[in-house]
């Protein structure tokens, strides 16, 4: 029995260890931070002609990172399982235009505000569409479990969409736009602002949006201490013109929230 004893003991020990060391791998105690993004939601996070990780919310985890000591490991997830990620310690932060909303508040942490954004309607530019009015009828596409979901079954004018189609990222979405297979997107503005960019004189906005939101970072329920430790990094960016400077380098503006 002693000897039994002895070595359960010792076993207790040697998974402590490894219980603690696989602690201090992850979340505000550690030298890394795992940050979930969608890599493919530009201007926020997305793939450059390299296959790079660039955007604007690479570029302020980063700079977020570099003012708490810690680096920045960025993640791709399936943004429908976001919530899932983070609260199975897969990931410590969801971080890539993700949108602040009461059912959200439910499920994680969040930061206070940093970027406002709203909830647009793309069409093409050829089409005679041009109010929400005008979706009657129509097929309609979005990010599957997005803000764009929220916004839209928030709205009355969804009982009149012939259909909803969903899709895994606001690219495809878009491409189907384009050729044909859907007659509007719903999607954030700061993502439509980019690709009309880069895209002019295929899409327009519908004159009417479906609801202005804002932006912030999603921390694991529970996790003050790295709620608190980014916060504070967040608001020393605000102060000393960091955040500025990187709203500049992707909207042409400063945007970020004070």
Do not use: H
Request: hydrophobic share 40%; aromatic share 8%; net charge negative.
């Amino acid at each position: 029995m002693k000897k039994f004893a002895l070595v359960s003991l010792l076993m207790g020990a040697m998974l402590s260890l490894v219980v603690g060391c696989s602690s201090a791998n992850t979340g505000a105690g550690a030298n890394k931070i795992v940050v979930g993004i969608d890599d493919k939601f530009a201007p926020m996070g997305f793939r450059d002609e390299k296959n790079e990780l660039v955007g604007f919310d690479i570029d302020y985890a980063r700079a977020a990172g570099e003012k708490m000591g810690k680096e920045m490991v960025f993640q791709p997830i399936d943004w429908s399982s976001k919530e899932s990620e983070l609260n199975s310690g897969r990931i410590d932060l969801i971080w890539n235009g993700y949108t602040i909303t009461d059912e959200r508040k439910g499920k994680v942490l969040f930061t206070k505000p940093y970027l406002k954004n709203a909830q647009v309607v793309v069409t093409l530019a050829k089409s005679d569409m041009s109010k929400l009015a005008d979706l009657s009828g129509k097929v309609v596409g979005l990010q599957k479990l997005s803000s764009a979901a929220d916004a839209l079954d928030a709205n009355e004018i969804k009982n009149q969409i012939k259909t909803i189609t969903e899709f895994p990222d606001n690219v495809l979405a878009l491409s189907d736009l384009k050729i044909g297979r859907i007659d509007a997107v719903v999607i954030d503005q700061v993502v439509a602002d980019y690709y009309m960019s880069k895209d002019k004189g295929t899409f327009k906005f519908l004159d009417e949006s479906l609801a202005p939101e804002e932006y912030g970072i999603g921390v694991k329920k529970g996790n003050e201490a790295l709620l608190n430790d980014l916060q504070k990094a967040l608001d020393t960016m605000n102060q000393d013109g960091t955040a500025a400077k990187l709203s500049e380098k992707w909207f042409g503006e400063d945007r970020v929230l004070k």
